[in-house]
């Protein structure tokens, strides 16, 4: 008679996780913005976030400068960065050669990315380029297993888009769900979605996908809808119309102060409305601006879990010559 497993033998496991909190910074442009954003990580990392997503430009337009702050993340934050990686126009050999990069910094997150097409299709159709994200996600699970003595306290962990409202250029909503299924079967970890504007976008998401058979986390994308502009511009780039009632109150708002009121009650009520469909977690778009996602999670008031205090990782000191 075999004994009996440590499932069979332990106490029942907690009925539900703490909530995820992870957030989007994008790399600075310049001096003036990354004295910006490192003021914003610093007042980001005092919440303890889970992780930190690092934006990509089209095309790896700005790679040296993502990968240079996954690494200043690393080595002078107790912050995990998540690395977006986007494969339209690049060959599978520059994006191994990326990949390796990214692990030998010490990245241990992946966010797996078509991007954006660009405006040239030429450039879309290089010789052993990569067309899809389900294409890049096999390819980091291929680099992962070359390096698997090198990960063995750290596997990789590789999250991908899904999406509330319909794909621009999908044919349907049940179409982007059939391709969140195929890249949960290329090896897909988690999503995070796009930007969505109305309450019932995510549960129904969530319903469509889990009857499909996606069993991965879905983690709700929040943006704090402070600004008229930036709300206005992401319903264009997403196709669904912001609620009516939101651009009303932020046209009418008299000064920025009202502006941010609204819009963070506006977008806690997504969050919200997402934790009580069962969302595992929050991601919120910062766009490199932390008074507003905190005022979000300030009025959220997240349960998270308690962790040792993590200090900074201590520079290498210097030789000493006797």
Known sequence: MSPPSLIQATASTPASAPI?????????????????????????????PDYVAVTYGANGSNRDTALELSHRLLTETSLRPLAHLTCVGTTADELAEIISELLDHGVRGILALRGDLPKDPAAARKPGSL????????????????RSALLCAGKVAIGVAAYPAKHPESPSIEHD??????????????????????ADQYKDLVTRARRAGVSIPIIPGV??????RRVERLGVLTGVEP??????????ADDAAESRRIGVAATVDLAR??????AP???????NEHAAA????????????????????PAAPELVQA
């Open 273 to 278: 409305a997402a934790l009580d469909a069962g």
């Open 177 to 198: 769900v059939e391709v969140l299924l195929a890249k949960q079967r290329s090896g897909a970890d988690f999503a995070i979605t796009q930007v969505f504007f109305h």
């Open 223 to 228: 943006m704090p809808l402070t600004s008229l």
């Open 131 to 146: 067309a899809y994200a389900q294409d890049l996600i096999e390819l980091i699970r291929r680099v992962e297993q070359r």
């Open 243 to 252: 609620d009516p009632k939101l651009l009303d109150a932020l046209g009418r």
């Open 281 to 287: 977690g929050i991601h919120l778009y910062t766009f």
């Open 294 to 313: 905190l005022d979000v999670l300030d009025k959220l008031q997240l349960l998270r879990p308690s962790r040792p205090a993590v200090g900074r990782r």
């Open 20 to 48: 995820a909190l992870s957030y989007e910074l994008f790399p600075p442009r310049n001096e003036a913005a990354a004295a910006s954003l490192w003021a914003t990580i610093r007042e980001l990392e005092s919440t303890n």
